[in-house]
C-alpha cells in the first residue's frame, strides 16, 4: 500500500492534546505532563503556586487544542515562522469572542501559553491586542445591605452561616478558609480567643483571627476579628460537629469536611474543605436571595465587610490603616510602620476596641447602630448626672470602652462624689447673691425670707 502524505500546509495531526475521554476540569491536560520539558516547566510553576501551575497547564492545554497543534510545535512555530503564530492567535480570538467571551476573559487565557513561551527562551511578543474593560462582569453586582444578608443567612446550614460571616465580618478570603486541594485552611488553633472543652467558649469579644502566612494572599500574616454574632453562630456549628462525634483540638479545621451536604465532594480526607467546597454553598444562597437585576458572587461577602468598615472609617470608628490591615491588605509604607509589623498586646488591644466600636456596622440586625448610640447617650446622661463636667464628656470614647473600663469609671465617679462632704446652710436672701458669687450653690428657698445653699467643693479656693 503506498504512503499517504498529507500537504505541506497541512496542520500537524493531534495526538497529545486530545484530552483523556471523562475527565474535567484541571485533569483534562494532565496528559501534557508526560513531556518532560512541560513536566519541568509545571514543576517549577508549582514551587510557588500549585493553583497558578495548574491554571497554566489547562490554559496551555486548552491553547494546544484550539490550535490543532502540540505545545512544542507552538514554540518552534513561533521561532520560524512568528506572523503565522500570531494569524493563529487572532483567529483563536475572534472564536472565542463569536461564542459571546469577554476580551478579559481572552487575554487571561494567553497567560499560560507566554509563560510557557517564556520558559522555551522564545521572544515571541506577537499576541492579539484586545479591548479588555475591567469589570465588566461585575457590572450587576452590588454590595448587600445587613437586612439582605440576613436574609441570606437564615437558609444556610450552619456551616455555610459561619462561612459566610468570617469573609462579611471578618473579611477572610474564601482560600483562608479552604486553600487549594483541601491540604491546609484556618483551625481552631488560629483562634486565640476560643477555649476548647465540653462547651467552646471565646475569652474576649470580639474574638482575634491569627491568619498565618502560608494561608494569606500577601504572604504575610495578619489579624482580624471576629463579632458576637459570628461568635455565636460558630460555638452552635462547633457543638453541631462534636454532636456528631468530632473530638475538637487546636489542628481541627474552622470549617471542616463532612460526608453530608452540598460540599461533600470538594473533601480530600484531610478534614478540610477546597477553597472550591467553601464557596459552593455560598454560592447558591447569593443566587437564590440576589434581588432582580443584582448579581453576588462568593467574593461580595468580603466586599460586604471592606464598604461596612468603609463606612465605620467615615465615622471616625476605625483608622484607615486598621481596617486594611484587617482586610489582609498590603498597607503600604505608613501601613508597614503602624500596623505592619507584629502586634504586641498594647496594639492588639486598641486595634480590638477599634473593631468594636465599628462592629454595628457589620452586624445584620439592622438596628446595632441605634441600639449602640442609644447606649452610649444614656450613659452619658448617668455620668452627667453624677457630676462629670460637660467638656470631659465631650472628649470621652464610651462606644471604645470595654465593660469592665465603663464599670471602673462609674465607680471612680461615685467614690469621688461620695466621698466629698459639701455642707449645705440656711442663710438670709440679703446673704445670697453674695455667697454665690464666692461659689456657694442654691439648693432651695426656706420660708420667704432664707434660702439653702449648698457649699462650694473643696480646693475650690473658697471659704
Known sequence: MAKR???????????????????????????????????????ERALRSKLSADTYLRQLGGMAQRLQLEPNQIVKLAEKDPDKLHDLLVKYATDLQREGRLDSYIAKTFDGLRSWLRARRS????????SPARSVSLEGERVPTPEELRGI??????????????MAHAGLRPGVLGAYEAKDGLTLGDLPDLTLGPSPDFSELPFAIRVPSRLSKTRKAYTTFGTKELADTFK??????????????????VVAADPLGVARGFAKGTGFLTTKGVVLELREGLKAHAPEGVRWRPYVLRAYCSTRLLMA??????????????????????????????????????ARSSYKR????????????????????????????????????EGLDLAGKSDEEIVALLKT?????????????????????????????????LNGEMAVLRAPPAGSGTD
Open 5 to 43: 502524505h498529507e500537504p505541506r500546509n497541512a496542520r500537524p495531526t493531534v495526538r497529545a492534546t486530545r484530552p483523556p475521554s471523562g475527565k474535567v476540569g484541571r485533569e483534562v491536560h494532565r496528559h501534557l505532563l508526560a513531556d518532560p520539558a512541560i513536566r519541568g516547566w509545571y514543576e
Open 123 to 130: 521572544r515571541f511578543d506577537l499576541f492579539p491586542r484586545l
Open 153 to 166: 443567612l437564615l437558609p444556610m446550614s450552619l456551616r455555610g452561616q459561619t462561612s459566610a460571616l468570617f
Open 236 to 253: 452552635a456549628y462547633l457543638k453541631e460537629r462534636m454532636d456528631r462525634g468530632e473530638e475538637l483540638t487546636p489542628r481541627s479545621p
Open 313 to 350: 472609617e467615615g465615622a471616625g470608628k476605625i483608622s484607615r490603616d486598621l481596617r486594611e490591615a484587617i482586610l489582609g491588605h498590603d498597607t503600604g509604607v505608613a501601613g508597614r510602620y503602624n500596623v505592619g509589623k507584629t502586634w504586641g498586646p498594647e496594639l492588639l488591644r486598641e
Open 358 to 393: 465599628a462592629e454595628p456596622y457589620l452586624l445584620t440586625t439592622g438596628k446595632a447602630e441605634d441600639s449602640q448610640e442609644a447606649v452610649t447617650r444614656a450613659l452619658r446622661l448617668l455620668l452627667a448626672a453624677r457630676g462629670v463636667p460637660a467638656s470631659q464628656l
Open 413 to 445: 465617679v461615685g467614690a469621688a462624689i461620695g466621698g466629698e462632704k459639701r455642707a449645705e446652710k440656711a442663710v438670709s436672701v440679703r446673704e445670697v447673691p453674695a455667697l454665690l458669687e464666692a461659689g456657694w450653690e442654691f439648693v432651695s428657698p
